[in-house]
């Protein structure tokens, strides 16, 4: 653990002797801030109760290496090519070990609308209001997140003016590039979407080679007046991945946010989401779906904080834990005073598939205003006897009817993912991992007799 | 050769005998109802048939079709032809009638050597068979009996026996909880089904579905066993004088 610390320290004198930033700037203030915390802190211990369950013992086994950031972006289409979507026409903006890759990256026509660039390149060269990169006061402080602000890290950038309607979704993808090295990679993104928009953002993660990666990841997304945001994490990488996300979201007046994390695969995956509403008449749909085997481990950690009178939360997160996996789900709901006519429901159901497989889930509600509805709910079990028991009655053999119903329960969140093409190949990445064929096409036709 | 032939059959849940020893057979064609007070075993034997493993067979055989049916595992009784209509059928959230019934009648299918039905035979069968238990199409995108009424769930079952025309059916309490134009529906779905090559095994308390569905015996069970058996005119002597003449004569 402490090899990488002394690593990120070595780095950082190395940022200070090379950066363009001026000396007296907001954001080099911001940077060196953040370092000294990081240097006091490092990383979470289990004694940090935010990190009970989340133990970061693979970065005493896996020496990581922080990748030579003037060195040229490399990855072409083709290395890229296998993990994009195939059916779905995004703006896709590729980094490559936490740098943008402006080849691959492919904007489309609304270009000269939206500003879309490199968040690095943008402080270099002051293009941002220095408030706007640090907007996490809302929010407890994070190691993580402390360390991702201790650097000055490239990410995506994004302006989206008012009344933007965008049809093709953004697409950030993180690519790691492993082939030759172990790499630790931090991504900051800011996005701010302005009054009256309609946009949707898709997030993955990609690890090229067979060595190890590790990403930290941390997203600002500032929702303006009216608007309306699809926001998907989508984690899907292989056993040599380590994920670290932390999105920290504000909403204004009457917007509304409906997200969903799926985690399919991944040897370790912490997500922090945070919203608050600034405003009110706001909405917060959180939707969440993970799926882990073998010795992976997914840990979801949400905080809704209603800071404001009529607004509206709804979360459901849902999990099948199968072989020796672990996963962690902590739902934190905070009604702050004076803010009344709050509606903040949140429920997590989790299959355990193996006796070896465990789960910790913790839901938590503070309310410290009357006059709201609040609710919490947590199940974790096996498949119903009875429900396998009738599917066997009708000719479907155990394994069959154990994927029918898993499949039928992850269902549920992925059906609220509303861009149909990525729905649909999340839908067969999960059918294919179960075994059971999802018709498509007996789908439409059913579709049309409705 | 007789379809279903039940011999001493003994059973035991949880250490309590409750089939003591049981003797049931029938061929092909014929409609039998099993009446008789709560507790005396019927639903257990309905159970045992199709394969439900929480009950312990202490003695006796059951041979379907000149099979040891007790050495099949729940799935291939239902392939051959075997086929339950659960008294409380459980709901299946997220999963669609449609996507549930074309697996399963697919799997029927492959177990007696036909190919697959494709998406556009398998829906017109659907909605044939829709039809006859008078269910609206709109029901095949809904989840197995999610939100469904007591009768509906009850419809579903015999919608689900029309699908897979099984060889031997049996009805368990199919007729409770329906009201007199469901009971109408479902009986007469079963009635359209009914031919020299089926059997069905009709497990009820009333005389009223019997109105309905006329059956060929009528049988009276009563602490595990048959301990009546006759034409359908039983079943009227039954619904007039309840059951304590049957249990006065075997006060044991």
């Given at each position: 653990?402490?090899?990488?610390?002394?690593?990120?320290?070595?780095?950082?004198?190395?940022?200070?002797?090379?950066?363009?930033?001026?000396?007296?700037?907001?954001?080099?203030?911001?940077?060196?801030?953040?370092?000294?915390?990081?240097?006091?802190?490092?990383?979470?211990?289990?004694?940090?109760?935010?990190?009970?369950?989340?133990?970061?013992?693979?970065?005493?086994?896996?020496?990581?290496?922080?990748?030579?950031?003037?060195?040229?972006?490399?990855?072409?289409?083709?290395?890229?090519?296998?993990?994009?979507?195939?059916?779905?026409?995004?703006?896709?903006?590729?980094?490559?070990?936490?740098?943008?890759?402006?080849?691959?990256?492919?904007?489309?026509?609304?270009?000269?609308?939206?500003?879309?660039?490199?968040?690095?390149?943008?402080?270099?060269?002051?293009?941002?209001?220095?408030?706007?990169?640090?907007?996490?006061?809302?929010?407890?402080?994070?190691?993580?997140?402390?360390?991702?602000?201790?650097?000055?890290?490239?990410?995506?950038?994004?302006?989206?003016?008012?009344?933007?309607?965008?049809?093709?979704?953004?697409?950030?993808?993180?690519?790691?590039?492993?082939?030759?090295?172990?790499?630790?990679?931090?991504?900051?993104?800011?996005?701010?979407?302005?009054?009256?928009?309609?946009?949707?953002?898709?997030?993955?993660?990609?690890?090229?080679?067979?060595?190890?990666?590790?990403?930290?990841?941390?997203?600002?997304?500032?929702?303006?007046?009216?608007?309306?945001?699809?926001?998907?994490?989508?984690?899907?990488?292989?056993?040599?991945?380590?994920?670290?996300?932390?999105?920290?979201?504000?909403?204004?007046?009457?917007?509304?946010?409906?997200?969903?994390?799926?985690?399919?695969?991944?040897?370790?995956?912490?997500?922090?989401?945070?919203?608050?509403?600034?405003?009110?008449?706001?909405?917060?749909?959180?939707?969440?779906?993970?799926?882990?085997?073998?010795?992976?481990?997914?840990?979801?950690?949400?905080?809704?904080?209603?800071?404001?009178?009529?607004?509206?939360?709804?979360?459901?997160?849902?999990?099948?834990?199968?072989?020796?996996?672990?996963?962690?789900?902590?739902?934190?709901?905070?009604?702050?005073?004076?803010?009344?006519?709050?509606?903040?429901?949140?429920?997590?159901?989790?299959?355990?598939?193996?006796?070896?497989?465990?789960?910790?889930?913790?839901?938590?509600?503070?309310?410290?205003?009357?006059?709201?509805?609040?609710?919490?709910?947590?199940?974790?079990?096996?498949?119903?006897?009875?429900?396998?028991?009738y599917l066997?009655?009708r000719?479907?053999?155990?394994?069959?009817?154990?994927?029918l119903?898993?499949?039928a329960?992850?269902t549920?969140?992925?059906e609220?993912?509303?861009?149909?093409?990525?729905?649909?190949?999340?839908?067969?990445?999960?059918?294919?991992?179960?075994?059971?064929?999802?018709?498509?096409?007996f789908c439409e036709i059913l579709e049309s007799v409705k | 050769?007789?379809?279903?032939?039940?011999?001493?059959?003994?059973?035991?849940?949880?250490?309590?005998?409750?089939?003591?020893?049981?003797?049931?057979?029938?061929?092909?064609?014929?409609?039998?109802?099993?009446?008789?007070?709560?507790?005396?075993?019927?639903?257990?034997?309905?159970?045992?048939?199709?394969?439900?493993?929480?009950?312990?067979?202490?003695?006796?055989?059951?041979?379907?079709?000149?099979?040891?049916?007790?050495?099949?595992?729940?799935?291939?009784?239902?392939?051959?032809?075997?086929?339950?209509a659960f008294?409380?059928p459980v709901e299946i959230p997220g999963v669609s009638n449609a996507n549930f019934m074309k697996t399963s009648l697919?799997?029927?299918?492959?177990?007696?050597?036909?190919?697959?039905?494709?998406a556009?035979?398998f829906l017109q069968l659907m909605k044939e068979r829709a039809a006859l238990v008078d269910i609206d199409k709109s029901f095949l995108n809904r989840s197995v009996n999610e939100g469904f009424s007591g009768g509906e769930k009850k419809r579903n079952e015999v919608f689900q026996m029309a699908m897979l025309?099984?060889?031997?059916?049996?009805?368990?309490?199919t007729?409770?909880g329906l009201d007199?134009d469901a009971?109408?529906v479902v009986?007469n779905g079963?009635?359209?089904?009914?031919?020299?090559?089926?059997?069905?095994?009709?497990?009820?308390?009333?005389?009223?579905?019997?109105?309905?569905?006329?059956?060929?015996?009528?049988?009276?069970?009563?602490?595990?066993?048959?301990?009546?058996?006759?034409?359908?005119?039983?079943?009227?002597?039954?619904?007039?004088?309840?059951?304590?003449?049957?249990?006065?004569?075997?006060?044991?």
């Amino acid at each position: 653990m402490n090899n990488l610390k002394n690593k990120l320290i070595d780095s950082f004198q190395d940022f200070q002797n090379s950066t363009k930033l001026d000396k007296n700037s907001a954001s080099y203030q911001n940077i060196c801030t953040n370092f000294e915390k990081f240097s006091k802190l490092g990383f979470p211990i289990i004694k940090d109760e935010e990190y009970k369950y989340t133990k970061f013992t693979f970065l005493n086994n896996i020496d990581f290496n922080i990748p030579d950031k003037t060195k040229d972006t490399s990855l072409t289409y083709k290395d890229i090519e296998s993990f994009l979507f195939d059916n779905i026409n995004s703006n896709l903006l590729v980094f490559e070990n936490g740098k943008i890759n402006w080849r691959l990256t492919k904007i489309q026509s609304f270009r000269k609308v939206i500003i879309v660039g490199s968040l690095k390149e943008a402080i270099e060269n002051n293009e941002l209001v220095p408030n706007e990169i640090s907007q996490n006061s809302h929010f407890p402080d994070d190691k993580l997140n402390i360390l991702n602000q201790a650097f000055l890290n490239d990410g995506a950038f994004i302006q989206i003016p008012d009344g933007t309607d965008l049809y093709e979704p953004l697409h950030l993808a993180f690519f790691s590039d492993t082939r030759n090295d172990n790499y630790f990679n931090q991504i900051k993104n800011i996005i701010n979407i302005g009054e009256c928009c309609n946009i949707k953002i898709i997030i993955s993660y990609h690890t090229i080679g067979d060595k190890n990666s590790f990403s930290n990841i941390s997203t600002d997304l500032n929702i303006g007046n009216f608007s309306n945001v699809e926001f998907y994490n989508l984690q899907n990488d292989s056993n040599n991945s380590y994920i670290i996300t932390n999105t920290n979201i504000s909403q204004k007046r009457g917007s509304v946010l409906n997200s969903a994390a799926i985690s399919l695969h991944g040897a370790f995956i912490r997500n922090n989401l945070n919203a608050i509403h600034l405003d009110e008449m706001c909405e917060s749909n959180y939707n969440g779906f993970y799926y882990v085997d073998q010795n992976n481990f997914v840990d979801n950690h949400t905080l809704m904080i209603h800071a404001k009178p009529n607004c509206i939360s709804n979360e459901t997160y849902k999990g099948i834990i199968d072989d020796n996996a672990v996963a962690v789900f902590n739902g934190k709901i905070l009604v702050k005073p004076n803010s009344p006519k709050i509606n903040a429901y949140q429920k997590n159901r989790n299959i355990l598939l193996t006796d070896t497989a465990t789960v910790n889930t913790k839901p938590q509600l503070e309310i410290f205003t009357d006059d709201v509805k609040c609710s919490h709910g947590a199940t974790t079990g096996y498949l119903e006897k009875e429900h396998i028991f009738y599917l066997k009655a009708r000719g479907i053999d155990e394994d069959r009817a154990r994927a029918l119903l898993l499949n039928a329960f992850a269902t549920e969140i992925i059906e609220k993912i509303k861009i149909d093409e990525l729905r649909d190949e999340i839908k067969k990445d999960i059918s294919k991992r179960l075994n059971v064929e999802d018709d498509f096409y007996f789908c439409e036709i059913l579709e049309s007799v409705k | 050769m007789s379809l279903l032939k039940i011999e001493n059959l003994k059973v035991n849940i949880h250490g309590k005998e409750i089939l003591k020893g049981f003797n049931f057979e029938v061929n092909p064609g014929e409609v039998h109802a099993i009446m008789g007070p709560n507790g005396t075993g019927k639903s257990t034997l309905a159970n045992v048939l199709a394969g439900k493993d929480e009950y312990e067979i202490i003695d006796g055989s059951v041979t379907y079709l000149g099979k040891n049916l007790l050495e099949m595992p729940a799935e291939v009784r239902a392939r051959e032809g075997l086929f339950l209509a659960f008294q409380y059928p459980v709901e299946i959230p997220g999963v669609s009638n449609a996507n549930f019934m074309k697996t399963s009648l697919n799997e029927v299918r492959k177990h007696r050597n036909l190919p697959p039905l494709d998406a556009m035979d398998f829906l017109q069968l659907m909605k044939e068979r829709a039809a006859l238990v008078d269910i609206d199409k709109s029901f095949l995108n809904r989840s197995v009996n999610e939100g469904f009424s007591g009768g509906e769930k009850k419809r579903n079952e015999v919608f689900q026996m029309a699908m897979l025309e099984p060889r031997l059916a049996v009805l368990d309490e199919t007729d409770s909880g329906l009201d007199i134009d469901a009971l109408k529906v479902v009986s007469n779905g079963v009635n359209r089904l009914r031919n020299t090559n089926n059997a069905f095994v009709i497990i009820t308390h009333y005389q009223r579905l019997l109105n309905y569905i006329i059956p060929d015996f009528v049988h009276v069970m009563y602490n595990g066993k048959i301990v009546k058996s006759g034409g359908k005119e039983l079943a009227y002597e039954l619904e007039e004088k309840g059951y304590d003449w049957i249990k006065k004569e075997n006060w044991n």
